[in-house]
């Protein structure tokens, strides 16, 4: 038998969260299909140090080149934009270019 624990927390608008244990199982499931899944992790995040612009654009490049062929690439992008993610590649954009999709058009 599973144990359904429920987590209760706040999103960044202030807004009350919970989810269940057994939610975050099946939320989470793709995670173990996607392309990245043993990747180092440096490809997909900035350096803690500052970053030259070519080093970045190259770094970026390689990240968007194994989300473009990644089974899950739209699950991790809808959850990155749900959680506003505000750092890395995830499904194949940067925090940037999520910030400008998800702009309203004028």
């Known amino acids: 038998m599973t144990a359904n624990i429920t987590t209760m927390g706040y999103h960044d608008d202030g ?3 919970t989810m269940s244990s057994l939610e975050r199982v099946d939320r989470d499931d793709w ?4 392309a990245c899944a043993g990747e180092m992790g440096s490809v997909f ?5 500052p970053e030259r ?7 970026e490049r390689r990240a968007k080149a194994v989300c ?3 089974p899950v690439r739209v699950a991790c992008l809808e959850q ?20 400008l ?4 058009v004028a």
Do not use: F, H, M
């Open 15 to 17: 807004e009350l969260v």
């Open 31 to 34: 995670q173990s299909s996607a």
């Open 45 to 49: 995040y900035p350096p803690l140090r």
């Open 53 to 59: 612009k070519a080093a970045r654009a190259s770094r």
């Open 68 to 70: 473009a062929s990644c």
């Open 80 to 99: 990155a934009v749900r959680r506003n993610e505000r750092y890395g590649i995830w499904g194949g954009l940067t925090d940037k270019e999520r910030r």
């Open 101 to 104: 999709a998800a702009e309203p």
